[in-house]
């Protein structure tokens, strides 16, 4: 009788705890500033990208409720334990949390660039605006720069978790 192969497997997965204390310490230095989103799957699958990405945090701007909704929780699973996330209604109180960052929209204007052809600086806050309205003009008049995601069919835009 053959004698059967021992396999020896090990799980390479990093432990959560340790590691999660690594990317705390080494998050870019990217913050999304949200404005308004309505869409719960939409805020979720933001947070679960921004994770990926290891982003500094999420802020939210004019959103009322304090928490993600059950379905944003569920869509971004773990996520939204795991990136910091702040809730903001005044310009004053955006301008405290972001006071060294480079502040950029991203929407399509008259004065927008293509995404490709930006030149990310040290520290970003990218505006995200709602899918109906767009960014708040406020905020629109607020920020440095603005670049757009080139659409080459019919649609004039993309949905915003994707785009993000």
Known sequence: MEKEKAYDFSDLRPDPHRRLMEINANRFPITLVLDRLLEPANVGMIFRLGEACRIKRIIFWKMYSTEPSLK?????????????????????????????????????????????QFKAPESLALFVG???????????????????????????????????
Request: aromatic content about 6%; proline content about 6%.
């Open 72 to 116: 944003a929780v569920k869509v971004a699973r773990a996520a939204v334990h795991q990136i910091p996330f702040l809730h903001v209604h005044t310009v004053r109180e955006l301008q405290e949390a972001l006071p060294d960052s480079h502040w950029v929209a991203l929407e399509y204007t008259n004065r927008s660039i293509p995404y490709h």
């Open 130 to 164: 709602n899918a109906q309205r767009g960014l708040d003009p406020e905020l629109l008049t607020l920020d440095r720069e603005s670049i757009h995601l080139p659409m080459y069919g019919l649609n004039t835009s993309i949905n915003v978790a994707c785009a993000t």
